[in-house]
């Protein structure tokens, strides 16, 4: 549905913002409480041993690196599957949507021209941390190998501003409407009255 379309007597419209710099910080938080899950979990299961061998090895950088590729899919993917579900909320499906990297943030981001219910856009950004932040590190659990792990730190970076909205979103009720203009930083919520 488009915001124009939207007869604006039967909605409350709010305007929900956060500063940039609040955001990131945020953000880093959001991943280092994901690090010291990961790595505890981790520490369940495999010794410290394994992590001191991993970073020491002779072929840590060029590890990274190829792991590092391997992340960026993870969060390519992640982002196709968001764009996916909110293209099928959309009237105009994959043309109602937009890709870019967000400023201060410098993430690669998709979000709808055209207004979306909170609950599939709930779904969208789910799909998005479930593949981007989860996946990886369960593959990385199950490999043993830390380097793994450290690899889906990054990805856990990356979905972190999509923790936080989601976060921001689970309080709003499912039947409002969400324009997303500028991931976490702004976005109007048009609420029925």
Not at 24 to 51: E, G, K, M, P, W
Not at 153 to 161: E, K, L, R, V
């Amino acid at each position: 549905m488009f915001a124009e379309n939207i007869d604006l007597t039967e909605y409350n419209l709010t305007e929900e913002s956060m500063e940039p710099k609040k955001a990131v910080l945020f953000s880093f938080f959001i991943t280092f409480a994901l690090v010291a899950i990961y790595t505890f979990i981790y520490l369940l299961r495999y010794d410290y041993a394994n992590i001191f061998a991993t970073v020491f090895k002779f072929t840590f950088l060029l590890e990274f690196f190829i792991l590092m590729i391997f992340a960026f899919l993870f969060m390519a993917a992640g982002l196709i599957a968001k764009a996916a579900v909110l293209a099928s909320a959309c009237e105009n499906k994959w043309y109602s949507l937009k890709f870019k990297i967000v400023r201060n943030i410098e993430k690669p981001y998709c979000s709808a021209t055209e207004l979306i219910m909170v609950r599939h856009y709930i779904i969208g950004v789910l799909a998005y941390i479930l593949i981007t932040a989860v996946i990886p590190f369960l593959i990385a659990f199950f490999v043993g190998d830390f380097m793994f792990v450290f690899a889906s730190f990054i990805t856990a970076m990356f979905a972190s501003g999509d923790i936080l909205l989601l976060f921001k979103l689970l309080r709003k009720s499912g039947s409002d409407y969400i324009l997303d203009i500028d991931c976490v930083i702004y976005y109007k919520i048009y609420s029925k009255k």
